[in-house]
Nanobody, 125 residues
Framework: QVQLAESGGGLVQSGESLRLSCAHSRSLRDYAMGWFRRAPGKEREFVAGVSISGGNKLYADSVKGRFTISRDNAANIVYLQMNQLKPEDTAVYSC???????????????????WGPGTQVTVSS
């Protein structure tokens, strides 16, 4: 059974930074991983993805240049460093494995139907 546990969210002001962590099952070391977010009233959207080795990364246009995804396979953690946060970044952030074969228009689909609880990020203006 896949386990995902996100942490690191909080309430910050516009322009500030946060670092999110996703602790995952050891088995997910063999998957590309991604961060997704769901804002109130909107569908979940892809934010950033990282390859199994950590060498290849992809970002949604809305966060490119501000967010950085990374992973520590020894610790089974995927990180999302978020800088220059904006009010439109407010959402619940979740992680999941991503399927490279689903790449379309700069995003990926999640592999697993089950999700962790997510972590709330709120950015005030």
């Amino acid at each position: 059974q896949v386990q995902l546990a996100e942490s690191g969210g909080g309430l910050v002001q516009s322009g500030e930074s946060l670092r999110l962590s996703c602790a995952h099952s050891r088995s997910l070391r063999d998957y590309a991983m991604g961060w997704f977010r769901r804002a109130p009233g909107k569908e979940r959207e892809f934010v950033a993805g990282v390859s199994i080795s950590g060498g290849n990364k992809l970002y949604a246009d809305s966060v490119k240049g501000r967010f950085t995804i990374s992973r520590d396979n020894a610790a089974n953690i995927v990180y999302l460093q978020m800088n220059q946060l904006k009010p439109e970044d407010t959402a619940v952030y979740s992680c999941n494995a991503i399927d490279p074969s689903t790449y379309r228009n700069g995003s990926y689909h999640a592999v697993f139907d089950s999700w962790g609880p997510g972590t709330q990020v709120t950015v005030s203006s």
